[in-house]
């Protein structure tokens, strides 16, 4: 009988001497359980000393129970020097296959922190390649369990050229199939940029991080001593960087997450997203909206309650939730049907529109109209962020980035305008004039170039400045605004508002809405791509 050498994985016997069906089926089941095993129990042990799963179980957290199917479980490295040649053990530190998530497919590969850290080499790069290619054919999501260190130091070039093809795949891949990266361990350097091609980031909080350059280097160019979670922790990119969309305390509620957010995902750019049963019924009246929303547009309040409301039984997942806050970007369902939203926060800098606001929902209009899921956007704007390190950091440009991906997006595009909605932003915000299919208000908008006490100061100024009561001027010219171009049915007597709803009816106005859009088609332009604004 073959035994297998459990520190290296590898078995001590010929494998070419003759032997029957039944001794080989053996031999088999031992390679295969020294490759399930892993290294050894310290290095797992070690594993899980740092708060860590292996490989293997974040799979099975992942997957449904015994859907996974392993692809190239026996593929070892050939490179030589250095001392590889002697430590040749089984998958070459990655876990390919895939499996099932609720049934529907999904392709998944994940570092094994305990070989070689992690780090890929060739054989390790050819593995991934190979389970994008498969994901890619036959249409199906990619999650990628990211804990690696990196490029092989021992295999040089080759192992960069490893990440050169991964680079290339996820960008084949961007708006075919959905990609999601979940970091559960280091990533520097260059495969950073991996996870930065994909949609979605996930992150752990203190066992993940993320950077170009580490601390060391940080300290020796720059002077600047910072630890590893303060320079590329999930914290920092879930509320700095904006590289990460979710990030959670441990592994099991992140990889939880992961099957969720796959819950209202498509398999590809061919399909729609999985519809649902709803039991929240359609025609349900909000009486509640009308006392959420303060009339007087000074008054700030939080919109997710609004969302909260408006979806089936108030469960929606918000997308990078701790970044750009004056800005909601969230996956929910309307009657089951998956929509994507994008809401304006009066409660976070009264609701304009900045730069990372501006960046944060264009990339998420960009994959909503990629993935066939339709968008809603609610609109309370004020207009843009005003200020000196708005206009030198490029806010015309970033602005530009919203206004293109919803002037590109073809899927079914609603907006509902709750109050105020002033000046560029609101054109910007999906207005009827840049393609929103239907517009509704309720009849606390307010839709105007910009607020009724800035406009009286610009048209009324001479009245005001000659007037022997300036102030009491300036109120009756104020109202006289508000009474001449800022009334509720001003928009819609002008058909840029298709209709002035009752907040309460909100949910079942966009039910029907969506209902009739769902045979939407619509064409662009014959072109080898757009050159959107950067």
């Given at each position: 009988?073959?035994?297998?050498?459990?520190?290296?994985?590898?078995?001590?016997?010929?494998?070419?001497?003759?032997?029957?069906?039944?001794?080989?089926?053996?031999?088999?089941?031992?390679?295969?359980?020294?490759?399930?095993?892993?290294?050894?129990?310290?290095?797992?042990?070690?594993?899980?000393?740092?708060?860590?799963?292996?490989?293997?179980?974040?799979?099975?957290?992942?997957?449904?129970?015994?859907?996974?199917?392993?692809?190239?479980?026996?593929?070892?490295?050939?490179?030589?020097?250095?001392?590889?040649?002697?430590?040749?053990?089984?998958?070459?530190?990655?876990?390919?296959?895939?499996?099932?998530?609720?049934?529907?497919?999904?392709?998944?590969?994940?570092?094994?922190?305990?070989?070689?850290?992690?780090?890929?080499?060739?054989?390790?790069?050819?593995?991934?390649?190979?389970?994008?290619?498969?994901?890619?054919?036959?249409?199906?999501?990619?999650?990628?369990?990211?804990?690696?260190?990196?490029?092989?130091?021992?295999?040089?070039?080759?192992?960069?050229?490893?990440?050169?093809?991964?680079?290339?795949?996820?960008?084949?891949?961007?708006?075919?199939?959905?990609?999601?990266?979940?970091?559960?361990?280091?990533?520097?350097?260059?495969?950073?940029?991996?996870?930065?091609?994909?949609?979605?980031?996930?992150?752990?909080?203190?066992?993940?991080?993320?950077?170009?350059?580490?601390?060391?280097?940080?300290?020796?160019?720059?002077?600047?001593?910072?630890?590893?979670?303060?320079?590329?922790?999930?914290?920092?990119?879930?509320?700095?960087?904006?590289?990460?969309?979710?990030?959670?305390?441990?592994?099991?509620?992140?990889?939880?997450?992961?099957?969720?957010?796959?819950?209202?995902?498509?398999?590809?750019?061919?399909?729609?997203?999985?519809?649902?049963?709803?039991?929240?019924?359609?025609?349900?009246?909000?009486?509640?909206?009308?006392?959420?929303?303060?009339?007087?547009?000074?008054?700030?309040?939080?919109?997710?309650?609004?969302?909260?409301?408006?979806?089936?039984?108030?469960?929606?997942?918000?997308?990078?939730?701790?970044?750009?806050?004056?800005?909601?970007?969230?996956?929910?369902?309307?009657?089951?049907?998956?929509?994507?939203?994008?809401?304006?926060?009066?409660?976070?800098?009264?609701?304009?529109?900045?730069?990372?606001?501006?960046?944060?929902?264009?990339?998420?209009?960009?994959?909503?109209?990629?993935?066939?899921?339709?968008?809603?956007?609610?609109?309370?704007?004020?207009?843009?962020?005003?200020?000196?390190?708005?206009?030198?950091?490029?806010?015309?440009?970033?602005?530009?980035?919203?206004?293109?991906?919803?002037?590109?997006?073809?899927?079914?595009?609603?907006?509902?305008?709750?109050?105020?909605?002033?000046?560029?932003?609101?054109?910007?915000?999906?207005?009827?004039?840049?393609?929103?299919?239907?517009?509704?208000?309720?009849?606390?908008?307010?839709?105007?170039?910009?607020?009724?006490?800035?406009?009286?100061?610009?048209?009324?100024?001479?009245?005001?400045?000659?007037?022997?009561?300036?102030?009491?001027?300036?109120?009756?010219?104020?109202?006289?605004?508000?009474?001449?171009?800022?009334?509720?049915?001003?928009?819609?007597?002008?058909?840029?508002?298709?209709?002035?709803?009752?907040?309460?009816?909100?949910?079942?106005?966009?039910?029907?809405?969506?209902?009739?859009?769902?045979?939407?088609?619509a064409d662009l332009p014959s072109r080898k791509h757009g050159n959107p604004p950067q």
């Amino acid at each position: 009988m073959t035994v297998v050498d459990e520190a290296l994985g590898e078995p001590t016997e010929d494998l070419n001497e003759p032997a029957d069906a039944r001794g080989r089926a053996a031999e088999l089941r031992e390679i295969r359980a020294s490759a399930l095993a892993g290294p050894s129990e310290k290095a797992t042990a070690a594993q899980h000393a740092k708060g860590k799963l292996t490989a293997r179980e974040r799979i099975e957290l992942l997957l449904d129970a015994g859907s996974f199917r392993e692809v190239e479980q026996l593929r070892r490295h050939r490179a030589s020097g250095f001392g590889l040649e002697d430590r040749r053990p089984y998958t070459d530190g990655v876990v390919t296959g895939w499996g099932t998530v609720e049934g529907r497919t999904v392709f998944v590969y994940a570092h094994d922190f305990r070989i070689f850290g992690g780090a890929l080499g060739e054989a390790h790069a050819t593995k991934i390649h190979k389970i994008m290619d498969m994901a890619i054919a036959a249409g199906a999501p990619l999650v990628s369990l990211n804990d690696g260190a990196g490029a092989r130091i021992q295999e040089g070039v080759s192992a960069l050229a490893g990440y050169g093809g991964i680079f290339q795949r996820n960008t084949r891949a961007s708006g075919v199939i959905p990609q999601i990266s979940v970091m559960l361990g280091p990533c520097a350097g260059g495969a950073a940029y991996s996870p930065a091609l994909t949609d979605f980031v996930f992150m752990v909080r203190e066992t993940s991080q993320m950077f170009i350059t580490g601390p060391d280097v940080v300290k020796a160019v720059t002077g600047e001593e910072i630890t590893q979670n303060g320079l590329g922790g999930a914290d920092v990119h879930a509320e700095t960087s904006g590289v990460c969309h979710f990030a959670y305390d441990d592994e099991e509620t992140c990889i939880a997450e992961v099957r969720y957010l796959l819950s209202l995902l498509p398999q590809n750019n061919r399909e729609n997203p999985p519809r649902t049963i709803a039991t929240d019924a359609a025609d349900r009246r909000s009486e509640v909206l009308l006392d959420l929303v303060p009339a007087d547009g000074n008054r700030p309040y939080d919109m997710t309650k609004v969302i909260e409301e408006i979806v089936d039984d108030g469960d929606y997942l918000e997308v990078h939730e701790r970044w750009a806050r004056n800005i909601i970007c969230a996956l929910g369902r309307l009657d089951g049907q998956v929509v994507g939203i994008v809401a304006n926060q009066p409660q976070v800098l009264a609701g304009v529109l900045d730069i990372e606001a501006s960046e944060k929902a264009a990339r998420f209009v960009q994959m909503c109209d990629a993935f066939n899921i339709p968008i809603l956007t609610f609109l309370d704007v004020p207009g843009f962020l005003p200020g000196v390190d708005q206009e030198h950091g490029g806010i015309i440009r970033h602005g530009a980035k919203l206004l293109y991906a919803y002037c590109n997006a073809t899927v079914p595009r609603i907006s509902l305008i709750l109050r105020k909605a002033y000046g560029g932003a609101y054109i910007v915000m999906d207005s009827q004039s840049i393609g929103a299919d239907l517009t509704y208000a309720w009849p606390t908008n307010e839709i105007a170039v910009m607020g009724a006490e800035g406009a009286a100061g610009v048209i009324f100024r001479r009245q005001i400045a000659q007037a022997d009561d300036p102030e009491a001027m300036r109120r009756k010219m104020v109202q006289e605004y508000k009474n001449e171009l800022m009334h509720p049915y001003y928009a819609a007597e002008r058909g840029l508002v298709d209709d002035v709803i009752d907040p309460a009816e909100t949910r079942e106005v966009l039910i029907t809405s969506l209902a009739m859009l769902r045979t939407k088609h619509a064409d662009l332009p014959s072109r080898k791509h757009g050159n959107p604004p950067q």
